[in-house]
């Protein structure tokens, strides 16, 4: 990672897992802490945008990719 680029931080799986499932690629899962695993995102303005709709509740992604992205993150975070 370039020390002059910005990242969108989350330890929230579910968070994470729509991101990637919008097609965001998972810079980095930081396990520095052992009680918290933290996901990390290139913070872009489209990142900036599904994380706003995530909230919000207004993202739509296919349910199955969502629940695929988040047995893949749970395998890579206790893996």
Known sequence: MAQDEKYFETADLGLAAAL??????????N????RRVVFQFRDTPYTAEQVKLYWSKELSVPALALLENMRILKTRIYG
């Open 31 to 34: 396990k520095t802490n052992p």
């Open 20 to 29: 990637v499932t919008s097609r965001i690629n998972l810079e980095r899962l």
